[in-house]
């Protein structure tokens, strides 16, 4: 496509269930990033791909929230038992691998 | 991951050029610097990187010192749609794990009509 895909745009939870958020990437893009932000703070990272292969994970604030890229295209970050602090902004981005990033327009997560 | 200092906000008037500073005294050499904005209730957007040489793109043009330990994203003339804020970042491509992009506080600019 033509850019990030991220689906859905909005989603609101109950506490304790399981999200998962989707990430289409620019094709050809090798490389894939999860990022949250809350309101009025920058981007944190999360974890990030190249390829279907997890580079680097150690955004993840603990081990409810996990990422998979099985086919090195759309990701899926998974967020299980979710909690009030869960509820954020989560960005998706794609680069070549040693390009600027281009991001998606998120999943505003809302945890009730 | 090699940190980035930048004021928390400037102000600008539009049609008027913008320099927006940044420090990164901790930089190694095979950090680039890239900068990156983000509207209000948008996405983060990449504006412009370099290495060492001072590098123009359509948005901005970014400065940087001869020993590296600082830069400088000039924007020509600013209009009120590059109020947002900027933030300037180290990338260590060559790193096992320095694929990856640390977002600091960045700097609020506000246009001025």
């Known amino acids: 496509g033509a850019g990030v895909s991220q689906s859905p745009r909005y989603k609101v939870t109950k506490r304790g269930q399981d999200v998962a958020l989707r990430c289409d990437p620019i094709s050809g893009h090798v490389s894939l990033y999860w990022y949250r932000q809350a309101l009025g703070q920058g981007p944190e990272f999360l974890t990030y791909?190249?390829?279907?292969?997890?580079?680097?994970k150690s955004g993840l604030p603990n081990d409810r929230f996990s990422a998979e890229r099985p086919e090195g295209s759309i990701s899926t970050l998974t967020i299980q038992r979710t909690e009030q602090r869960d509820s954020a902004m989560y960005r998706c981005a794609s680069s070549h691998q040693r390009g600027g990033y281009t991001f998606g327009s998120g999943t505003r997560l809302t945890v009730v | 991951d090699a940190k980035t200092t930048q004021p928390n906000s400037m102000e600008s008037n539009e049609e008027e050029p913008v320099h927006l500073p940044c420090n990164h005294s901790?930089?190694?050499?095979?950090?680039?610097i890239h900068w990156y904005r983000q509207l209000p209730s948008q996405g983060p957007e990449y504006v412009i990187h370099g290495l060492t040489s001072n590098v123009n793109n359509r948005m901005a043009s970014l400065a940087i010192a001869e020993d590296r330990k600082s830069s400088t994203l000039i924007l020509h003339r600013a209009t009120l749609r590059d109020a947002a804020v900027y933030y300037c970042?180290?990338?260590?491509?060559?790193?096992?794990?320095?694929?990856?992009?640390?977002f600091g506080q960045g700097t609020e600019l506000s246009v001025k009509p």
């Open positions: 791909f190249n390829y279907e292969a997890q580079q680097d």
């Open positions: 901790t930089i190694s050499g095979t950090d680039y």
């Open positions: 970042i180290l990338r260590d491509v060559l790193s096992p794990r320095g694929g990856k992009l640390i």
